[in-house]
């Protein structure tokens, strides 16, 4: 079957919009109505005017579009598609941590169940984290959660002390400065960016730290014709795109491949795709409660990032 032709038929005749984040394959990248990061497919989900939105993604980012727009039908190619951040911060653990701290706002990473987003002041996502931390005063008491890794990060742009909680994801976590430098040694010109979510050590050596679009931004813009990028391998695909006269080495996560690739991202496939837009299913459905409580510290970070001129 030609799934890419089935797609754009069935996509025509269900009035539906395909999101897709960078890490997605590439056909699924290709095929897709938007393709961007966190807070840009958030945006659009909240916009969406459709009888449904296929989400090509992982799990937390189709919640965050049925909660942003409730009303419409929100099918996932891959139901298990996760997310080791988001699983790494369990709603009953988080709220007896929260509970030792009862003059601290929480501010949490948009990589969270919806459960996290009910319990928390405001969202952020790897390309507003420091903006909107800094939207609170320098005395705000703050808990971050749950990426110890972009919490570290924010702290030290932005001089604060937030209390952290200890997750990570296990893809941008795994890479090491070993690994970096070895690529460095080959391609000495190649610039080094990375990632929020990779570890501090790898955040230092960088020229330049960024969500996924602003990695891509970056690429496009800068005048260096070589990168080492240190994010998930499905990023390249829009940079080559972009800057096609460029040279990029993604950063490997083991001596076994030159890529790194979410395990969670990549489930989806054109035929799950297909699938899900054929069936209607499965999609994502949350009590109106968690939708009403969760909507707020999104909505919120949606504002404020519009008054910034984020997005
Ligand atoms: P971005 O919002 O930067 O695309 O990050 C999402 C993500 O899951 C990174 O691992
Ligand atoms: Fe989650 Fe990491 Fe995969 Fe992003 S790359 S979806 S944070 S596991």
Redesign the pocket.
Known sequence: MNYREEIIKLKKEKNALILA???QVDEIQDIADYV????GLSQKAAEADVDMIVFAG?HFMAETAKILNPNTKVVLPDLEAG?S?ADSCPYDDFVAFKAQYPDHIVISY??TSAAIKTVSDVIC???NAVQIVNSFPKDQKIIFAPDRNLGGYVNRVTGRNMVLWEGA?E??DILTTEAIFKLKDEHPKAKIIA?P?CQATILEAADFVG????LLKFTKNDDAQEYIVA??SGILHQMYLDSPEKKFHVVPSDDTCSCND?PYMKLNTMEKLYLALKNEKPSVSLEPEIIELARKPIERMLELSKKLKLI
């Open positions: 984040h960078y890490y961007g990061d966190s807070l992982v997310c951040l948009i990589n996502t790897s390309g994801c893809v941008h990632h979510e969500s996924t679009t602003g994010t998930e979410c």
